[in-house]
């Protein structure tokens, strides 16, 4: 799943296509599945199936070998869909917050390097690279950091970025921006997502 910095750019740019929609709901939408309850209370809109963190993404991970099991497996779409409704600005981003997280590694960000890896070193790596990706997006995209993201987008990275190739992170950045909700849910609607 991509880091912050990402999701607030996709949230950006969808809404410059989407002005219809209330920003401020949708920026706090756009991560809010990434925070605990104390920092972003989403009782109000979604429909948890448990109190777990992990669950805010409605998937399961216990089973996975590799990181890019371990994303696609941290989401299930079907089961969002099927206990909340995508009726407000809120919900539609963070709807699109999921999409990110089940399309980013598999389908965008694939290497059979960073596959082979053990699980927890491939997290080490993927998490200094979103340390060190993250200024980039800052400046180029002029993001707004929410105060309660700013945690995440103050760390700093060492060495060089491994895995995350800045170009294709702007094609999946566009790409996702570019998503026709109605037509994801769709897609998604009574299927379990987890592979």
Known sequence: MPCISVHLAVAKK??????????ADFVLGSIAADFKKEDIDIDNYINLVTDDKNARHFGQTNQADNIIDYM?????????????????????AYFLHLLCDYYFFGDYIFDESI?????????????NDYSLITPILIEKYQLEVPEVARQFTDLKGVGEIQ????????????????????????KYTNVNTIK
Do not use: T
């Open 14 to 23: 969808y809404l410059e296509k989407h002005p219809e929609e209330n920003k």
């Open 72 to 92: 696609k497996k941290k989401v299930d779409l079907g089961l969002f869909l099927k206990n909340n409704e995508i009726n407000n600005s809120f919900m539609r």
């Open 115 to 127: 596959a082979k890896l053990p699980l927890m070193d491939a997290v080490k790596i993927g998490y």
């Open 163 to 186: 895995f995350l190739k800045v170009d294709l992170v702007d094609k999946f950045i566009a790409d996702m921006a570019a998503l026709n909700l109605e037509e994801e849910k769709e």
